[in-house]
């Protein structure tokens, strides 16, 4: 068996292994982009290096990486998606940039530093969503869609005042205006408790016709 053959499996196969630790986690978690869907990223990126590195080498082994980076980075684009005012998907997204970057490294003989990539991405994946929800205790980013009636103006300043009694930042706010109605769209900063304040005294209020948030 040639040498360059035994070598390309040994990647091969480095590749379906860090591709199926990371996807692992991500099927874990039940995401988008989960067990098999990592391991063929790392795989077709692992595969996509080995053959630049046996082709022209021009500029063609840099053409290919810089295609596999853009290729790449629609994937990730189609697995963000939004949720009423959030963002979903940027962590799957980037986890599938990683595993096409981890595929990269595999492909040029990178392993040890790949192995060790791996394992600082699992400890992120695993062990940072904790310290991000104590960090999300103390400080939470929250959008509110109020429905008043078309004259209520007075009632918006109301809305605003308790605002700031529920101590929330607004750093965006838009409002639209039709025959029936005028709807005010708040994106505000604050403390969990600040927000579960304003929402008890919105619900309360008989003259809010709707709340999402």
């Known amino acids: ?103 990269m490294g595999i492909g040029a003989g990178h392993l040890y530093f790949v192995l060790a990539s791996t394992g600082i991405a699992i400890l992120v994946l695993l062990f940072f969503p904790r310290l991000e929800a104590r960090i999300d205790r103390v400080r939470e980013a929250r959008s509110y869609r109020i429905v008043l009636g078309a004259n209520d103006f007075k009632k918006l300043a109301k809305v605003e005042k308790a605002i700031r009694e529920s101590s929330l930042n607004v750093y965006e706010h838009h409002q639209t205006k039709s025959e029936k109605s005028i709807i005010s769209s708040w994106k505000t900063i604050g403390a969990p408790k600040s927000h579960e304040k304003f929402i008890m005294l919105m619900l309360k209020d008989k003259d809010i016709k709707e709340l999402d948030y």
Do not use: C, H
């Open 1 to 103: 068996m040639e040498p360059l053959f035994t070598e390309s499996l040994i990647k091969v196969g480095m590749a379906v292994l860090v591709g199926g630790i990371v996807g692992a986690e991500r099927e874990y978690q039940d995401k988008a982009a989960g067990f098999r869907t990592i391991i063929l990223i790392t795989l077709g990126s692992t595969l996509f290096t080995i053959f630049s590195l046996n082709m022209d080498p021009g500029f063609t082994q840099t053409r290919v990486a810089a295609n596999i980076v853009t290729g790449i980075g629609f994937l990730g684009a189609g697995a963000i998606i939004r949720e009423g005012g959030r963002v979903a998907g940027l962590t799957t997204a980037a986890t599938i940039w990683l595993a096409a970057a981890l595929g």
